[in-house]
């Protein structure tokens, strides 16, 4: 049995045959919040890909920049969350409590 050497690789081996939730944001689009339709378009795609790379994962919008990615092996999540982190679209990853920002990802200005 393979030993885990990171809490991260401890979380991956202990979610092994169980489903895990990972929500994925979609950063703004010419300085506009994305819509549904863009949104759709690059889940699908992303879909697609993480199919093609045997992993299988179920997709629902929940908003027009959020969704939720569905793994039905826990422990291949963690494989989707490294992929879609690569995606210039994507904003931020929450999988397991922990969240990652992702390329599109923008700090809310604070104001005084």
Request: net charge neutral; charged share 30%.
């Amino acid at each position: 049995m393979k030993q885990a050497e990171t809490p991260e690789e401890l979380m991956m081996l202990s979610k092994k045959g169980q489903s895990v939730m990972m929500f994925v944001g979609i950063g703004d689009v010419n300085g506009r919040r994305a819509e549904k339709f863009y949104t759709e378009k690059w889940i699908g795609i992303w879909r697609n890909s993480l199919f093609n790379n045997h992993i299988d994962v179920q997709t629902f919008t929940i908003d027009d920049n959020r969704a939720i990615f569905m793994f039905a092996d826990g422990s291949k999540a963690w494989e989707g969350k490294d992929f879609l982190l690569k995606q210039p679209q994507v904003s931020e990853v929450s999988l397991e409590g922990r969240q990652y920002p992702g390329p599109a990802f923008k700090k809310k200005k604070e104001e005084l």
